[in-house]
T-cell receptor, first 111, second 114 residues
Framework: GQQLNQSPQSMFIQEGEDVSMNCTSS?????WLWYKQDPGEGPVLLIA?????ELTSNGRLTAQFGITRKDSFLNISASIPSDVGIYFC???????????FGGGTRLMVKP | EPEVTQTPSHQVTQMGQEVILRCVPI?????FYWYRQILGQKVEFLVS????????KSEIFDDQFSVERPDGSNFTLKIRSTKLEDSAMYFC????????????FGEGSRLTVL
């Protein structure tokens, strides 16, 4: 099946620092999405990207859909303690109904 | 704000027992999903459901699993004879459309098989 490689697996940063994480795939996706999962809860959609090359912002979050449609990155600027959680990239190929998730990036923010 | 609700939040069961996990999707959504997350691992697709039938399922979703929409609001996942490796967090999700991947997830049901 399709695989998404997400890196880094974890990050431990100081409050106020910027964060960058990315996802790569061996196959093409038509939609890239970024979800955040807080402890004990389900994933919550942060950003959805629909077009190759698209750059989208949501507050302090910025994500880009790679030109090749095989990668995406998520940046978080000026991190705050509530940014703590696990961030998952996900790809959707429109051919089916399923999302393929990356392995997640665990973000820890030191106040 | 509308949300997907799941019950129970945690279920402990003996190996070989049947388990039913329940979900109430967002009311105007038409597409329903179950995903699974083994502790510390990524979220994995199990099954999607539309128009009262399964539209897609993964290799994980074998004959031990079934889904049902018994009425206009509930969506259930049944595991007929649980195995130790079924221990995981099970997430229900729903969406208005199937073409974008914009899913709304519930908070999950943690299943522990002893």
């Amino acid at each position: 099946g399709q695989q998404l490689n997400q890196s880094p697996q974890s990050m431990f940063i100081q409050e106020g620092e910027d964060v960058s994480m990315n996802c790569t795939s061996s196959s093409i996706f038509n939609t890239w999405l970024w979800y955040k999962q807080d402890p004990g809860e389900g994933p919550v959609l942060l950003i959805a990207l629909y077009k190759a090359g698209e750059l989208t912002s949501n507050g302090r979050l910025t994500a880009q859909f790679g030109i090749t449609r095989k990668d995406s990155f998520l940046n978080i600027s000026a991190s705050i303690p509530s940014d703590v959680g696990i961030y998952f990239c996900a790809g959707h190929d429109n051919a089916g109904n399923m999302l393929t998730f990356g392995g997640g990036t665990r973000l820890m923010v030191k106040p | 704000e509308p949300e997907v609700t799941q019950t129970p939040s945690h279920q402990v069961t003996q190996m070989g027992q049947e388990v039913i996990l329940r979900c109430v999707p967002i009311s105007n959504h038409l597409y329903f999903y179950w995903y699974r997350q083994i502790l510390g691992q990524k979220v994995e697709f199990l099954v999607s459901f539309y128009n009262n039938e399964i539209s897609e399922k993964s290799e994980i979703f074998d004959d031990q699993f079934s889904v049902e929409r018994p009425d206009g609001s509930n969506f259930t996942l049944k595991i007929r004879s649980t195995k130790l490796e079924d221990s995981a967090m099970y997430f229900c999700a729903s969406s208005r459309r199937t073409t974008t991947g914009e899913l709304f997830f519930g908070e999950g049901s943690r299943l522990t098989v002893l």
